[in-house]
């Protein structure tokens, strides 16, 4: 089955523990990409990669990484969480770029605190 | 940034009603997309917009991109309970500055709620 899977689901943690959400895909996707899901603010996109060893900046990085070293994984790393990164996050794939259907995990809750 | 507007935040509708939802921006998008959010689950695809007044239909839904290229809408017609949940457009454009085409922009989402 086709999917991206991201872990954890849920997270609890307090400012400064330095934590890792991964992902990963099964559909050889090229382009991958995490958002971050707040209340009134929409899906906003925190860094994407057109493919192995290219990643970017979106439009709210501050305070994330994020590394393609192989083509199913994109792991997001939070070296030091504070506060303002407690939200919805998730991950996403497409074949080629955004403009075509990405397909998205089931998200991760994460709580700083 | 590039901003999509999408409104009004909530909508209540009757079942078996029509609804319209509307995406506009001050930006020219080569690309429109809708998805639909679930309650505890990811955004799913509805329906991708690939050219200026194209119109496409998935079953109940229908969209169309923008003549102007600066806005879409989104059609449910005939609403079921399932309809229920968050309604976002996205708009892609190349990026100015690099050229890469990686630029994908949300609105911020218009959440559905159907009354039976």
């Known amino acids: 089955e086709a999917q991206v899977t991201q872990n954890p689901r849920y997270l609890i943690t307090v400012t400064g523990k330095k934590l890792t959400v991964t992902c990963s895909q099964n559909m050889n996707h090229e382009y991958m990409s995490w958002y971050r899901q707040d209340p009134g603010l929409g899906l906003r996109q925190i860094y994407y990669s057109m493919n192995v060893e290219v990643t970017d900046k979106g439009d709210v990085p501050e305070g994330y990484k994020v590394s393609r070293k192989e083509k199913r994984n994109f792991p997001l790393i939070l070296e030091s969480p504070s506060p303002n990164q407690t939200s919805l996050y998730f991950c996403?794939?497409?074949?080629?770029?955004?403009?075509?259907?990405?397909?998205f995990g089931d998200g991760t809750r994460l709580s700083i605190l | 940034g590039q901003q999509l507007n999408q409104s009004p935040q909530s909508m209540f509708i009757q079942e078996g009603e029509d609804v319209s939802m509307n995406c506009t921006s001050s930006s020219i998008f080569n690309t429109w997309l809708w998805y639909k959010q679930d309650p505890g689950e990811g955004p799913v695809l509805l329906i991708a917009l690939y050219k200026a007044g194209e119109l496409t239909s998935n079953g109940r839904l229908t969209a169309q991109f923008g003549i102007t290229r600066k806005d879409s809408f989104l059609n449910i017609s005939a609403s079921i309970p399932s309809d229920v949940g968050i309604y976002f457009c996205a708009g892609h454009a190349t990026r100015p500055s690099t050229g890469a085409n990686s630029k994908l922009t949300f609105g911020k989402g218009i959440t559905l709620s159907v009354r039976p």
């Open positions: 996403a794939s497409s074949h080629r770029g955004p403009n075509q259907p990405q397909h």
